[in-house]
């Protein structure tokens, strides 16, 4: 195939995967837009302010996270500066609600692309959320513990507010949307240019007994390290295409997608949050070991579990658009619905 070639089919497989994901975030974005408009995050807010309790925050901080998980964590920080000067709040206290929101926020949008694959829902949004509460609630009993991070937190970045025009706010929308397909258009060329010249096998070869403990195998592993490193729009958005062609086994799929879902954007977000005093103890090291961890467990729980309870309460099978041959001999066939 030649550069030509390459190029077309490059842009053709970008193109498709946008789409897919411009299905789900384009209503989910004017949806959540209403919300706020309305004034209902607040309201929505108001079932987190006991729960904040539990992690060592004040209760005010429930609409931080809350922002976040309906919304995006920008929306979240800009939150943040506006009730953060009311409160006297330490190091410790910023890095255990920071690392809160990196794994659980942009839900409405993020879950959608993770059903769209075939990982159910509910389950999903539970992992996240309690995984979020968990994550905070060890990172807050650590840090009393050892009586770490205790000093006050200096914001080291103040965002700009949002403009309240709408036309403003359609116009960044749209922004986000077009650098979304240009960076879909890079991973691709970036994926067939690492394969073409081995680096992609030889990366998956690598981490291939830390995948296997994970329960995800090669066809899914290139995608997983995209996904942690460069965000779930994007690594999500390449596995949903991948489940689609029928080529990525559905545990595989269903263990990528958890793993992503606790942690990913490992770098850009990790940076986002520490530009508000949070510290990478918990936004970055603490976050990954937890994922690790509690993918680990769940793949066992899952295979003791069974192929009945997975098909009928964690995953539904997606349509497939093509019939490849099967990439896993032997691999469990879905009960039919």
């Known amino acids: 195939m030649n550069i030509r070639e390459e190029t077309t089919a490059v842009l053709k497989r970008s193109v498709r995967i946008s789409l897919e994901l411009y299905k789900i975030m384009v209503p989910i974005i004017i949806g959540v837009k209403i919300l706020q408009e309305l004034g209902l995050v607040a309201w929505l807010a108001l079932p987190l302010k006991p729960v904040m309790h539990l992690v060592g925050l004040p209760p005010e901080m429930g609409l931080v996270w809350a922002t976040a998980m309906l919304n995006n964590i ?38 959608q692309i993770v059903r769209k694959s075939g990982p159910r829902l509910g389950f999903q949004a ?21 009586g770490w991070l205790q000093e006050p937190n200096v914001i080291l970045w103040q965002p700009k507010p949002e403009s309240a025009r709408l036309l403003d706010w359609a116009l960044g929308q749209v922004q986000n949307l077009a650098m979304i397909f240009v960076i879909i258009v890079v991973l691709n060329a970036a994926m067939r240019i690492l394969t073409a010249i081995g680096l992609t096998g030889l990366c998956v070869r690598l981490l291939a007994p830390v995948l296997r403990m994970l329960g995800i195998g090669p066809e899914a592993g290139t995608l997983t390290i995209v996904g942690m490193v460069m965000g779930l729009s994007y690594g999500g958005g390449m596995i949903m295409h991948e489940a689609h062609s029928g080529k990525v ?7 990528s997608l958890s793993l992503m879902g606790l942690s990913h954007s490992v770098f850009e977000d990790t940076l986002l949050m520490a530009v508000l005093g949070a510290h990478s103890s918990g936004l970055l090291w603490g976050r990954v070991v937890f994922t690790l961890v509690v993918v680990a467990l769940l793949v066992r729980v899952v295979s003791w579990l069974g192929d009945e309870f997975f098909y009928r309460r964690l995953f539904k099978p997606v349509e497939v658009y093509s019939r490849p041959e099967p990439c896993c001999p032997g691999a469990a066939t879905p009960p039919k619905e």
Not at 79 to 87: I, K, M
Not at 126 to 146: D, E, H, K, P, T
Not at 249 to 255: A, C, E, L
């Open 249 to 255: 086994p559905p545990k595989d799929i269903f263990s």
């Open 126 to 146: 539970l992992l996240r959320i309690v995984g979020a509460l968990v994550l905070g609630w060890l990172l807050a009993r650590f840090y009393a513990w050892g």
């Open 74 to 111: 920008y929306s979240g920080m800009i939150v943040f500066v506006s009730l953060a000067g009311d409160h006297a709040l330490s190091v410790a206290q910023v890095t255990v609600l920071c690392t809160m929101i990196l794994v659980a926020h942009s839900l409405p949008v993020e879950l």
